[in-house]
């Protein structure tokens, strides 16, 4: 098993995923970056691990049971532990659509990414860091996933798959058993291919700031909600 401590991102090929697996690995995180494109993934982990970086990538589709469990089985292998996980992977696929007139399989995609690629994920690999009685999980959410968000229309099918995903950080949290903490963060608006070029946050900055739950200590909240290091009521 590696004495280093293990951390792992989903959808890290690009944008805040990208960000926190670099700053994961700068601050001494064995990383493993997770990507469902080969190419894409393997690449940007390449370009890591050449800048000296401890990097190395996993593939990962949230949306394929098969793969996440294939991926639960390689790192229990290969890397035995797991410390850190950050649920990051997501879609924002509602455009200009209306829930209640759209195809509903923007509905069904969204939540298959953003809800069940999240709770399918933490099946697999909770187990690993129940092991050893340690681990820190963050799901990267949105304001959007706030109750109060679902009281104006537009991007409903984004807005109930984070609602869903901060109701399942809770449950999570209030089940798991050891010092493992699961969190759902709110990263603002982020200038990444998602948040596009005019948001004010880039990623460098999310990612510093969703990766201060990361290593907190053992005391404190076992979940909840957060924004910029401190918590929120959602
Ligand atoms: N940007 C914002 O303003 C903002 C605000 C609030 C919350 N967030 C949340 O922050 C997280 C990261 O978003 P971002 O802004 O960095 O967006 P992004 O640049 O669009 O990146 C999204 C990442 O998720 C990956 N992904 C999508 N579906 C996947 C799947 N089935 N399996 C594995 N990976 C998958 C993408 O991979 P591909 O390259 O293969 O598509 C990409 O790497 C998301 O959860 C998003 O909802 C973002």
């Known amino acids: 098993m590696q004495d280093k401590q293990a951390a792992l991102v989903t959808g890290a090929n690009r944008g805040i995923g990208y960000e926190l697996v670099k700053q994961l690995a700068s601050m001494g995180f064995k990383v493993i970056l997770t990507s469902r494109d080969p190419k894409k993934g393997s690449e940007a982990a390449q370009r890591l691990a050449d ?21 639960a089985m390689t790192i229990n292998e290969t890397v ?9 992977a997501g879609v924002y696929l509602d455009g200009n659509a209306k829930l209640l007139t759209m195809d509903p399989e923007i509905l069904e995609r969204t939540m298959s990414t ?3 690629g999240v709770y399918h994920v933490m099946r697999s690999f909770i187990p690993l860091m129940e092991k050893r009685g340690y681990g820190r999980i963050i799901n990267v959410s949105s304001e959007y996933g706030a109750m109060s968000a679902m009281s104006s229309e537009g991007a409903g099918a ?21 010092d493992i903490k699961i969190f759902a963060v709110d990263p603002g608006w982020v200038s990444s291919d998602m948040g596009g070029p005019s948001a004010p946050r880039t990623p460098k900055r999310a ?16 979940g909840g909600f957060f924004r910029d290091g401190k918590p929120i009521d959602w």
């Open 114 to 116: 953003n809800f069940f």
């Open 51 to 71: 800048s000296g970086l401890d990097v190395s990538f996993v593939v990962m589709d949230v949306t394929d049971q098969e793969s996440i469990t294939q991926a």
């Open 207 to 222: 990612a510093e700031l969703i990766l201060r739950l990361a290593t907190m200590g053992s005391e404190g909240p076992r």
């Open 80 to 88: 035995g532990r797991l410390d850190v996980l950050i649920n990051n």
């Open 158 to 178: 984004y807005k109930i798959s984070k609602l869903a995903m901060n109701a399942l950080t809770r449950l999570a949290a209030a089940e798991v058993r050891g």
